[in-house]
């Protein structure tokens, strides 16, 4: 049994009784919607037109929500619905970064996640959703897809259909039937200063510029607000956890190449790696929206959401820190040759698996890239042998020590530079991440992106290279510091740029 | 359980007995659109808040009637078991016109109903009127004053001084009921600045003055309103427009000069210039007549075609050929050309609707409502245009042609009904506008300004005229004069601009609180629904019997009918004034009628089918009404014109020379609400005594003597009128355009919805529609501040340049605009706070100080308010525009267009009230004042609400 929905926008009469409907069900808040009305206006007078679309969570068959959500307060019902339980929501927004469609909310009183679950209630009451009771035109069908003799079945094999961004591989369980594609591909259809009725949000009034769709004249004149839901806190913690990974990454190789560090890579390397570690974490737990409920991530963990999984690497790169620290105040230094390996890939871990968390945000199309792995650990060998090298100048560790944090520093930098090249300046898979892309490379974040995070970047390898041979520690030190800030900016508006495009 | 609340007869329960298919009741395979109603009064649904957790909660679900728009959509609430609370109100599956079905407002009257703003108890006036000084008073301290104010006014005669004016009404019958019974010339209606000019087309074409399109089955559906999106029928319509697209393959044509959600799905959409309708139906017309494809046969039988040809051509020969060829001579002067220089449409658009509407044949839904009709000076004519076509196709009354609403509306009057008065109000029924479909009501306050009268009681109900009204200043400075309305009651549910200026504010309650009767020709046939406040019957049907609505409403809310009753009980305590006699019980003589009884009274006696489809199921009609909220009094109803007459209906009816049937009559016979007293039917050529139309001649009149009659024989057969707004009285160059304010959005209803929060999060901004090529011209773009001046001021609003609209035309939503003096006294949810201010002179001015923002309050989600764009109360600058014959107001506006000056604030508005007392001037003497020739005050036949008799309407 797989539950769906057929909406026939060629009866639909963009009356929007759905959505009220809906929020009086489910005494949804001001600004938040479950289902909704978009408008499209296009065309020249007199050839002027104006096309709805009713917009909501799709149920799918694949569904990345449920997929990512850390606690399995999202799910898949046997009978097909993609149910939530608020109950178990910690409110860590990653469902809103899955899903491909603007479908998900957190919920003003409750502070958990919320979306269209079919009215599931209802459905187990045997009666139809409420949107499909009220709608004067019977616009909405409802039904069991896996039924060939429903309704919805039936209408669906005599009609043509479509779905929106089918690209995204979701199987989603909505189908449209006359709907204009500018209707339900979101970048065919940019705002233009207002809506015919309401106040476009400055979200998504900022993107306006951000892309044109094949029919120029086309415009969203209705539609609602969908803000970023990862901001500064998710940005730093990029950050910080990079920095502590790559400080470890350096102390391990320093051990292995047989570099002394000295205090610096026993102390002020696992110190800073914990301490990031547990910023990190406190990041996370502080952007929580439920965060007294952190600790089902691992009371009922889903251990395919790479929330939890990073949890885990997380854990174990402090356990990491910890031992590489224990073991050198307890001057079992010789253990860390050993102990490099282990280190090495439990700090590759807590700084690349975000390419894999960020890999499941399915709704954010510039994430999804190949390079996100490899881009990471450099970021965090960048970062990490910055606030080394800020470390080994500053306590004279010598210039074995300088050369390998400035080799580290400008090698991991050429690759962040390159990688970031190749990434946001080569072939995307997708419209929603060219957009994203062309967004920080020629639109609105490209003076934050070329004079915030490039030049910077670039000016750190031209004074890491002098430092090569372990010379001129002043340079390197410089340089370990310009390249925090410089992946910072790097960070947010690549962060912000994802999830600006617009998805419904 | 008390006697009063079993509604059940006979043997067993009526869970034991078959319930009807209702017309609404749906399913998609396991899934149904509503639980049955066997099981409404033990419903248990489970918190959607809660899910997946299991929390079950009982209900009982209890129908009644939204109290948004006038579709009167059926509503189940939910009542709460528990604690009684309404926790959200679906539709009714019950219902023929909505059947189950709801538009955005539906679902919202649980906003209305929970809006922590609402009025909760009676308020007087302490200080000025209009000084926003109120205190607390008892319902029976109000009651005792104004019915005490009342019976002195109807002891001396002065029954021209009591007023009862209403906004939408929502009910039929009741207000009818308490003002005959008081013997007061006292109803206005609001009908004459909305649908008075479509209404006056209409009426002269067949008495009834509404139409009622048959869309579930028409081939065509032309449409002059914005029917998928607004009232009038909005959700009824609509299910019905779009399913006779999808599945009966109909044409849906529009003619809007903006892209509406309506005109998004036309097969054809033409944006004519405003007003110039009539020529383009006339050009249609003209090819319908030309091309022959008309219907002769009925136009013979149902035409008053001899009169036309005696009146336009008596010189031809009386044949019916003669007549059709007169007609196409008559009408060939509008050709599509013509049309198409008026209307600067392209001819090509204008002939693919002339194809279109000649493939129609019999199955040609028109429907005009406000919009053109009530836009422009002559207006009405468009409306007369538009049935025209439906005359000369012979789609009148057929399956899927066009009806009068008259055959789908039911109404249901109480017991023992008072006889017409015989008072006649200057005030409301001025000489000037003997052809006005219903009172000037938006000229009142000019003639008290002009000393043609005065107040003693004035009734607002459920109505803002300072806010809906053209030229709100004037009824600003005439409510605040406590010499020329002595007392002005505000019946409303929630604070509005006009009940600011009130000297009691009685709160009343929403759709799920009060009782009333009403019925809307949605389709081709008839129901009666029933609007009932549900806690009560709830409480009712849980054993705690209610007598009184206040005892189950919020705070001290009452509902109007109780009202009624009592206070004209109080009128006439001992009944010497021969008014109590109407508000006795029935069952009780005697003694004072309760609301119960009274509904009980009418479903018994008045509902034809009413006792036996409640007996079917062992109900009680009051109980029958209860469960349901609604009764189908009929359905497929099609030409009722040719209903023969029954031996009791010709019993003593002669035919005059023209085969009307009259019964005979005297001056003191009163009319019905429309027809001439004594007129049953008439007799046809062939013999046929059938029921015909109400119009004089009980024929549809192509040429109408009541027309000519009244000094306006140029526009006695469907004619253009030239609007006040024509192409060739706009200068575009000097930046003139011509302001559409009328259009709605179907999300918002007047300022009724302005405590919908779930409304107004969906519609919030109030920009100024203006085509792209104009806003060059003017130098304007979207978001910039524009200042729009009319004849008598000016208002600045904010740009919207696009393609959906016409060049030269403007346009601005209505709904918008809402204002509030102070905090206290007010709704915040959407409306702004503003300085207002007179100069000496006479001059307003009106600026907003604070935009609509976050408040506290029970309710969370006032905190949450994001929206700040109270919007621009445009009607204000209107001056008033009575057209001369309909006496609707002529909405649009000739303005001037412009950027903004230095200095100016969005929302500002200012007026020079003399400048508005000038065109009120200009206007009226547009007019040709009655008497006719026979010395009549209008025509008899005309809809006239709370008719007097026969002599009344002798000047």
New interface residues.
């Given amino acids: 049994m797989r539950y769906g929905f057929a909406i026939?926008q060629?009866?639909c009469?963009?009356?929007?009784?759905c959505?009220?409907?809906c929020?009086?069900?489910?005494?949804v808040?001001?600004?938040q919607f479950r289902t909704w009305v978009k408008y499209v206006?296009s065309?020249?007078?007199?050839d002027?037109?104006?096309?709805?679309g009713v917009m909501r969570c799709n149920h799918c068959t694949d569904a990345p929500c449920v997929t990512i959500c850390p606690t399995g307060a999202l799910f898949t019902r046997e009978d097909g619905i993609v149910?939530f339980?608020?109950?178990a929501c910690i409110g860590c927004k990653s469902c809103l970064q899955a899903c491909p469609y603007d479908a998900i909310y957190i919920d003003?009183?409750t502070h958990t996640a919320a979306k269209c679950?079919f009215?599931?209630?209802?459905?187990?009451?045997?009666?139809?959703p409420?949107c499909?009771?009220?709608?004067?035109?019977?616009?909405i069908?409802?039904?069991?897809l896996e039924?060939e003799s429903?309704?919805?079945s039936q209408l669906l094999a005599t009609n043509e259909s479509t779905v929106r961004a089918p690209d995204q591989g979701t199987g989603p369980n909505v189908f449209y039937l006359g709907a204009a594609r500018a209707v339900l591909d979101p970048l065919e259809a940019p705002v233009?200063?207002?809506?015919?009725?309401?106040?476009p949000d400055e979200h998504r009034l900022a993107t306006s510029a951000d892309f044109t769709g094949s029919d120029p004249?086309a415009?969203t004149t209705l539609n609602t607000a969908h803000p970023r839901p990862w901001g500064w806190r998710v940005i730093t913690y990029l950050w910080t956890k990079g920095v502590g990974a790559g400080a470890l990454f350096v102390a391990a190789l320093a051990a292995v190449l047989d570099v002394g560090l000295g205090g610096v890579g026993d102390v002020v390397a696992p110190v800073l790696a914990a301490a990031a570690a547990a910023v990190t974490g406190g990041l996370l737990v502080w952007d929580l929206k439920r965060p007294e409920r952190f600790y089902l991530l691992f009371t009922r963990g889903n251990h395919r959401s790479w929330l939890v999984l990073g949890g885990y690497a997380l854990l174990g790169f402090g356990a990491a820190a910890t031992v590489w620290f224990g073991t050198a105040v307890l001057g079992a230094d010789a253990a860390h040759p050993w102990l490099a390996l282990p280190v090495v890939l439990l700090s590759a871990l807590a700084a690349g698996y975000t390419a894999f968390l960020f890999g499941q945000a399915e709704g954010r199309d510039l994430w999804q890239s190949p390079w996100l792995l490899p881009h990471l650990l450099a970021q965090a060998a960048m970062t990490g042998a910055g606030a080394m090298a800020v470390a080994v100048v500053v306590a004279g560790a010598g210039d074995d020590a300088t050369a390998l944090v400035a080799r580290v520093l400008a090698t991991a930098a050429v690759l962040h530079l390159a990688i970031t090249a190749v990434d946001l300046g080569g072939r995307h898979e997708s419209r929603r991440a060219e957009v994203a892309a062309s967004t920080i490379l020629r639109g609105r974040y490209r003076a934050a992106f070329w004079w915030g995070a490039v030049t910077p970047t670039v000016a750190a390898v031209l004074l890491a290279v002098p430092a090569w041979n372990g010379d001129h520690g002043w340079a390197v030190l410089a340089a370990g510091i310009l390249v925090q800030p410089a992946l910072l900016t790097y960070e947010t508006v690549y962060v912000r740029a994802a999830q600006d495009v617009p998805l419904s | 359980m008390t006697a009063a609340e079993d509604h059940r007869v006979g043997p067993g329960s009526s869970e034991e007995l078959p319930t009807p298919d209702l017309p609404g009741a749906r399913s998609h395979e396991a899934l149904r659109n509503f639980p049955p109603p066997e099981t409404w009064d033990h419903h248990v649904a489970h918190d959607a808040r809660a899910h997946p957790r299991k929390v079950p909660r009982e209900f009982m679900l209890i129908p009644t009637t939204c109290f948004n728009c006038e579709s009167a959509c059926g509503l189940l609430a939910h009542v709460a078991k528990d604690d009684l609370s309404i926790t959200k109100v679906e539709g009714n599956p019950a219902h023929p016109g909505s059947r189950g079905r709801n538009c955005a407002k539906g679902p919202a009257t649980i906003n209305q109903v929970n809006d922590p703003e609402r009025i909760l108890h009676p308020l007087r006036r302490v200080g000025e009127r209009g000084a926003g000084g109120w205190e607390r008073c008892t319902w029976d301290d109000a009651l005792d004053d104004v019915a005490s104010r009342i019976r002195t006014s109807i002891m001396a005669e002065r029954r021209d001084r009591v007023v009862y004016h209403v906004g939408r009404p929502g009910e039929d019958g009741f207000a009818e009921r308490f003002l005959l019974a008081w013997g007061v010339d006292g109803h206005n209606s609001h009908t004459n600045i909305c649908s008075a000019g479509a209404r006056l087309g209409y009426t002269t074409w067949g008495g009834y003055d509404r139409p009622a399109p048959d869309y579930a089955n028409a081939k065509v559906i032309l449409l002059l309103s914005s029917h998928l999106e607004t009232g009038h029928y909005f959700n009824p319509h609509a299910q019905r427009i779009m399913e006779a697209k999808s599945e009966g393959n109909a044409k849906v044509v529009v003619l809007d000069v903006r892209m509406s959600n309506t005109a998004s799905h036309a097969d054809l959409w033409l944006a004519p210039w405003p007003g110039s309708e009539a020529a383009i139906l006339l050009s249609v017309a003209s090819h319908l007549l030309r091309t022959g494809r008309i219907d002769r046969d009925y136009l013979r039988r149902w035409v008053n075609w001899r009169t036309y040809l005696e009146r336009m051509h008596p010189d031809r020969p009386r044949d019916f050929d003669a007549f059709v060829a007169a007609l196409t001579e008559d009408y060939a002067r509008y050709t599509f050309e013509f049309a198409a220089e008026e209307s600067q449409v392209p001819v090509e658009r204008i002939r693919a609707l002339a194809e279109i509407v000649a493939e129609a044949g019999p199955a040609l839904s028109a429907h005009i409502w406000r919009s053109a009709a009530a836009g422009n000076l002559g207006g009405w004519q468009v409306a007369r245009c538009l049935f025209f076509l439906n005359v000369l196709t012979g789609s009148v009354g057929t399956k899927g042609g066009t009806s009068p609403n008259g055959w789908h509306k039911f109404i249901a009057h109480g017991f023992d009904v008072p006889e017409g008065h015989d008072a006649w109000n200057e005030l409301l029924w001025p000489g000037e506008y003997p052809l006005s479909t219903n009172e000037m009501s938006f000229l009142l306050p000019h003639f008290l300004q002009d000393g043609r009268g005065e107040l003693d009681v004035y009734f607002t109900r459920v109505y803002n005229p300072v806010w809906t009204n053209p030229d709100g200043f004037a009824w600003i400075e005439t409510l605040t004069r406590t010499d020329t309305i002595g007392l002005h009651v505000a019946l409303t549910p929630t604070w509005s601009e006009t009940a600011a200026f009130a000297d009691y504010v009685l709160p009343m309650g929403h759709a799920t609180e009060r009782h009333d009767t009403h019925s809307y020709e949605t389709h081709a046939g008839a129901w009666l629904g029933f609007r009932q406040p549900v806690r009560r019957v709830a409480m009712g049907k849980l054993g705690s019997a209610v007598t009184d609505t206040r005892e189950s409403n919020p705070g001290e809310v009452w509902e109007e009918n109780e009202f009624w009753i009592e206070l004209s009980w109080r009128i006439d305590p001992d009944g010497s004034l021969g008014i109590r006699r109407y508000f006795e019980s029935p069952y009780r003589p005697g003694e004072k009628v309760t609301v119960d009884e009274y509904y009980r009274w009418v479903f018994e006696n008045r509902v034809p089918g009413l006792p036996e489809k409640a007996a079917a199921e062992g109900l009680t009609p009051m109980g029958y009404m209860r469960k349901y909220g609604v009764v189908e009094i009929s359905r497929d109803v099609y030409r009722r014109d040719e209903r023969p007459l029954t031996d009791d209906e010709l019993s003593g009816a002669e035919p005059d020379p023209d085969g009307v049937l009259r019964l005979p009559t005297t001056d003191e016979s009163t009319p019905p609400l429309i027809g001439e007293a004594g007129a049953v039917g008439v007799q046809l050529e062939d013999g046929s005594r059938v029921a015909g139309w109400l119009t004089p001649s009980r024929r549809l009149e192509l040429w109408s003597d009541s027309v000519a009659s009244f000094g306006w024989p140029e526009h006695a057969a469907p004619t253009y009128i030239e609007s006040h707004v024509s192409r060739r009285r706009v200068d575009l160059a000097a930046g003139q355009r011509v302001l559409v304010p009328t259009f709605r959005l179907p999300t918002l209803i007047h300022t009724r919805s302005g405590n919908a929060k779930y409304l107004n999060e969906i519609s919030n901004t109030h920009p100024l529609w203006i085509h792209e090529d104009d806003a060059g011209q003017l130098g304007l773009a979207t978001g910039d501040l524009v200042r729009v001046t009319t004849r008598i001021g000016h208002f600045v609003a904010r740009a919207w340049a696009h393609q959906g609209i016409r060049p030269g035309v403007v346009a601005l939503s209505h709904h918008m605009g809402r204002w509030r003096l102070d905090d206290i006294h007010a709704s915040r949810w959407a409306s702004g706070k503003v300085d207002l201010e007179r100069s000496e002179e006479g001059v307003w001015r009106m600026r907003y100080v604070e935009h609509p923002r976050p408040f506290a309050s029970d309710d969370p989600d006032s905190s949450r308010i994001y929206w700040e764009d109270p919007g621009v109360h445009q009607n204000l600058t209107f001056p008033v525009q009575p057209d001369p014959w309909s006496g609707a107001h002529c909405w649009h506006q000739l303005v001037t267009v412009a950027p903004a000056e230095p200095g100016d604030r969005y929302g500002d508005v200012q007026v020079d009230t003399r400048l508005a007392r000038e065109v009120y001037r200009e206007w009226l003497a547009m007019t040709r004042p009655g008497p006719n020739g026979e010395g009549l005050r209008r025509p008899e036949f005309m809809m006239r609400p709370v008719k007097p008799k026969r002599k009344a309407f002798r000047a």
């Fill in positions: 026939d060629r009866t009469i963009g009356c929007h009784a959505t009220v409907a929020k009086t069900e489910h005494e808040p001001l600004g206006d065309g020249t007078f007199p002027s037109r104006r096309d709805f149910d339980d608020g109950s003003d009183d679950n009215c599931a209630h209802r459905v187990d009451d045997g009666l139809e409420a499909v009771v009220v709608c004067p035109t019977h616009s069908w409802v039904g069991d039924d429903s309704g919805i233009k200063d207002t809506y015919l009725w309401a106040r004249t415009a």
